[in-house]
């Protein structure tokens, strides 16, 4: 592990561990889903800043830290992917991106889109196992973003939409 990708683990650890937040189905700490996602994208052999952006991918969504912040701290090219795959607060609540989160997230850079696919493939694991109410809504909107992140890692995209079947 690089020291910009333990950095960027420590940070990321320590200011998600300040909110408070726990997963959403397992009640553990939220870190261990941007934990995941570093873990599937260093899978991939991608590059330690992208690495360091899957840690980081949840930062400005669900932190006060902001975009400038995490440019002077870790850089603007891993700032720049982060931002790549935030999504816009209007379409939190669910979890399911709107329409123009489906075409922010289309036009970003393959390493951005390996971010998200990983992503997709931790919640949708979390979501097979433990929703049944709502699951085939909510995969129903996993499989939508799915389809606009072809520029991805092409092992990853398969995996998530197996996981998807």
Known sequence: MTDLVKRAAIFATSIHAATGRRLRYTNEPFIVHPMRVAELVAGTGARPEVVAAAWLHDV???TPVTLGELSTIFGADVASLVDMVTMSPHCLADDLPGPVDHAQLAR????????CIASLIDNTAQI????????????????????GLGK????????????MD
Do not use: F, N, V
């Open 152 to 163: 991805g890692d092409a092992g990853l995209y398969i995996m998530a939409a197996m996981a």
């Open 108 to 115: 970003a850079s393959d390493e951005a889109q390996t971010i």
């Open 60 to 62: 400005l969504e669900d």
């Open 128 to 147: 097979m196992r433990h929703e049944t109410r709502r699951r085939g809504l909510y995969l129903h909107g996993k499989r939508e973003i799915l389809r």
